[in-house]
Each structure stands twice: as C-alpha cells, then as structure tokens.
C-alpha cells in the first residue's frame, strides 16, 4: 500500500458484534403490533485445531476452575425502526458496535447475520446477547461495552443457572469494555487475571463463552499473533486467537493453560458470520487498567494532544536526516489544541512523552490517552536535524477528537506551473480559478499536481493528480517554483529521498520520495 494509503478508508470485514445475538420480542401498542421472528441459526462447520495438547492430556482441569465464574449477559434495548432505516446504523442489529461501520463496508446489507427490519414496523424490544466472567466475589462482571450499549436492562445468568438483574457500574467505549454489578447474596467464584505480556505466539489459550445462546461453551486454540490493529481506535492491540468463537462469545475470557484470564474475546473475522479461526481478544494488561478504572464508576477522561500523525518511514527517516525510523510524524497541529500552545509543529518527529520512548504513533496516542487531563508532560521532539524539549498541558479528550492522528523545471517565467522530472511531478500554483474549482480556502498556499508521471517515483509513493504540497522537507512553499526549487536543494544535498507535506480532502500526510526511483 502507497504511503497515501492510509488516507483512505480500510476495508476491515472484523466483526465485533460477535458478542451478539439478537431477536426481535414483539411488543403490543395501542395502535398497532409489530410482527417479529426469531433470526435463523448461522450454521458453521469447525475444525478440530492439529496439534493442540493438554497438559496431563486433558484441559478439564483449567475449564472446571474457570467456567464456574462465566456469565451470560442478556439486555434488553429498544429498537426503532426509524433510526435503523435513517441510514445510521444502515439496519444492522449490530449498529452499537464500534466496529459496525467496518462490518458494514466489507459485507454490505447482504452481509448482516440478522435480517432488517421492516420500514413499517413499529418500535420493539430487542434482546441481545453475549458473555462476561465474574472478577469480585461481590459480584463484579467484567464484559464488553457493546453487549451492554444502549440497554435499558441487564440480566446476567451465572453458570449454575441463577438470573440475576446486573447494573452498569461503568463503560469505556474506545476500549469497549464494560463492568457490571450482581448482588446474589453471597459470594461467588471468581477467575484472577494473567499477565498478557507474557504470552507467545504458539502458546494454547481457551475462549469460554455462549455462542449463539446454547451455553456455556469451551474451545481450544493457540495465540496466532499479537498486537493486531483492527482500525478501531487508538487501543488497538489485540491478540489473535484461532479458538473458535462466534455470536454470544464476546465478554468472555481467553484463558491461558494456568486458568488465568489474558484476554477478553471481542471481534471475529469472518465471511460467513460463523467462525473460520480468526479471532480477536483484548489483552488483560491493557483490559485490568481500565477495569479498575471503571470499577470506582462512570466513564474514563482520556488525555488529548491535537495532533495527526503518521508512521516515520526509513524513507522518512533519510529525507529529515533521522538515524532510525522510529517516533510520531506529525502531520498537522489542530487549532487551540494543547499541542499548538506548546509549539509543537507540523514536521516534528516525537521521539518520546512523558518519559517513554515513542516507537511509532500507537505508543503516543496510548501513551497520551492514559495522562490525567491537565497533568504537564514532557514531549521530546526531532525538529531540523535537532533534538529539543517542550512541555505540554494535555487536554481533555472528548468522542469527537483523536488523541494523538528538482528544478529542471522548464517553468514558464509567470511561474504559472512548473516540473520536476526527477520525481515525475508536474505543478501549478494555486491562481484564483484553481481556487474556486477545488474550492480551496481563500489561505490555502502550496502547488497543485496537474500530473503525476507513472513510471517515476512520486507515483510509487501514491501522490495523485489533484494533490497540493505544502511543505518539502518541513519548509512551508507558496508556488509550484519554491517547491521544485525545494526539491533541486534535497538532490544536491545528497539525501536518498525528499519528504512532501500533501494534503488531500482536507487531510495531511507526509509522503517521502526516494530519488533512486526516478
């Protein structure tokens, strides 16, 4: 994928909803009755995993000290049709998940395990399900958030077949973990959390859980890679696992070989809806945080910097004169933001914050979420070939803001376009007519790329036609002169590659283009 890759949407067919199994409850109104209908069964055929072995030749052990302390989760919601067919949630009972939008863009309508519902049909209860386990012996249930978003009741059934009614203790969205509170009159068994860090790829895990309401279920597997990135937000780190898990399972905990919890079964990636042995689970270090957070009541305040960034490719590297490719390339500062008060600036490589060494912009964006609001923190920054310090206040993070995201030119002498061959780029400056035909703001400043030639290197990075740079090699340019001048500078200097600041819709990225290509 083109370095501008990433300006575009990521097509993910994760499911998160694979917590969820829901069926429609008719409910009787005054002035009408809506018709609804159990959803059918997803059938799938799983195959026993090769290879896995149980310590002493059997997991009984394990199952029968964990299972007592797995719940099924059940909630009630309300569902309206109108909201369903207003676009929104695009009809799919799964439109509470976070990664709702991401299901919808691989499967489409076709896609969705459970039918639409009717545009006529009136407002109904929907019933969804999926899993938790049991954390205090008062009563403390650890889930996932999106079981429980929206409900209007929880009801939680213990493993000996108690119901219980739960109460939302507290919810984190962007971690999409959830706490709930049982009062049962006495206390109950309990699993302890592991330590995730410590897990490898190969090591065996089990996935407890209710898939598709039949009970309480035991699958085997291994851990099949770590720290996956699901596009769903700042936290992704999940462990893959190839125990089957399926609708019903999400909330409920992978365990390693020692009974201990080290993961929370969240997504599944699937074609079909059922399971083809690629799952996903939060890990409990990054889980057992925010659960002591949750459990003290209400939501989590995240830290907020205001900056986008990106990747510091070696490409990258090379062009800003770094000796490694690691840190957060920061793309655009965000008005009045706490980054902007403290000088940081569009260019900046942050090689470390509050202390921890930033190896590439997950660590910053986790690293900046877990700082209190208000709390004064130091960012340690790569600007112009010179390392230097800047204290920062971190905001406040809100759901609507990201943490941390050649002049052989032969230009004509009005300087109304320009080339630069050794990249294959060519440029116009930005006249009044460009400006209404864009629709560009009226301070927008930088060249415009009228073409981009295929054989040469600016079009292996993915620079498009339409494209304007604004910067090269972090020095802002007003014309399409200044940039190929820019661009001359960089090859005489010796440097592998040249870095562009491009924007496009409205967003900015750094682009490095290696010379050694053209």
């Known amino acids: 994928m083109s370095p501008l890759g990433i300006l575009r949407r990521h097509r993910v ?8 199994i829901i069926s429609p409850v008719v409910v009787s109104f005054a002035q ?5 209908g159990l959803s059918n069964a997803v059938a799938t055929t799983q195959t026993p995993v090769a290879g896995i072995t149980a310590p002493n030749g059997s997991f009984a052990p394990i199952v029968a000290a964990a299972k007592p302390a797995v719940v099924t989760v059940t909630t009630v919601m309300k569902a309206q049709p109108e909201a369903m067919n207003d676009g929104s949630q695009d009809g799919s009972p799964l439109g509470n998940s976070p990664f709702d939008d991401y299901f919808r863009q691989f499967f489409g309508d076709q896609g969705a395990p459970m039918p639409r ?14 899993s938790g386990f049991i954390v205090g012996a008062d009563g403390t249930i650890v889930t996932n ?27 984190d969205a962007k971690n999409d973990l959830a706490v709930l509170r049982i009062k049962a009159g006495k206390p109950l068994p309990t699993v302890k959390w592991g330590d995730s860090d410590k897990l490898m790829t190969g090591d065996q895990v089990l996935a407890i859980g209710n898939p598709f309401g039949i009970g309480t279920t035991v699958t085997a597997g291994i851990v099949s890679a770590r720290g996956r990135d699901l596009h769903s937000g700042p936290f992704d780190d999940f462990i893959q696992i190839d125990a089957p898990i399926n609708h019903g399972n999400s909330g409920g905990p992978l365990v390693d070989i020692s009974g201990n919890v080290v993961g929370i079964n969240t997504a599944i990636y699937s074609p079909n809806g059922g399971s083809v042995g690629v799952g996903f689970a939060i890990p409990s270090d990054q889980a057992q945080k925010v659960v002591a957070k949750l459990m003290k009541g209400g939501d989590i305040e995240y830290g907020y910097l205001g900056v986008e960034i990106q990747p510091v490719t070696p490409d ?22 706490p980054a902007a008060s403290a000088g940081v600036e569009t260019g ?23 700082v209190s609001p208000g709390s004064k923190e130091s960012l340690e920054v790569w600007r112009k070939g010179k390392a230097m310090q800047i204290s920062v206040a971190v905001g406040r993070n809100s759901d609507d803001v990201k943490t941390a995201s050649t002049d052989d030119s032969g230009a004509p002498g009005t300087g109304q376009g320009a080339r630069a061959p050794t990249i294959g780029l060519g440029l116009m400056d930005i006249t009044p007519d460009i400006r209404q035909q864009m629709n560009l703001a009226d301070n927008e400043r930088g060249a415009v790329v009228a073409t981009v030639n295929p054989d040469k290197a600016a079009a292996g990075a993915g620079i498009q036609p339409g494209d304007i740079i604004v910067a090269v090699n972090q ?11 820019a661009i001359a500078q960089a090859s005489k200097s010796g440097r592998k ?10 967003n900015q990225i750094y682009v490095a283009v290696p010379f050694a290509n053209g």
Do not use: C, M, W, Y
């Open 497 to 506: 590659s040249v870095l562009l600041l491009v924007e496009r819709d409205g």
């Open 117 to 130: 519902t009717p545009p006529q049909q009136q407002p109904q209860r929907a019933e969804a399900l999926g």
């Open 475 to 485: 020095a802002s340019v007003k014309s399409a002169r200044q940039v190929t001048q």
């Open 145 to 171: 958030n999106h079981v429980v978003d929206g409900a209007t009741s929880i009801k939680v059934t213990l493993d000996d077949g108690t119901e219980l009614p739960a109460k939302l203790i507290g919810h």
């Open 32 to 36: 009408s009755a809506g018709n609804g």
């Open 13 to 20: 067919a994760a499911l998160l909803g694979a917590a969820l």
């Open 316 to 337: 990258i590297a090379s062009a800003i004169g770094l000796d490694h490719s690691g840190g957060a390339l920061v793309s655009r500062v965000n008005d009045d933001s």
């Open 348 to 370: 900046d490589v942050i090689t470390s914050f509050a202390g921890q060494d930033v190896k590439d912009p997950k660590d910053l964006s986790r690293a900046v979420a877990d």
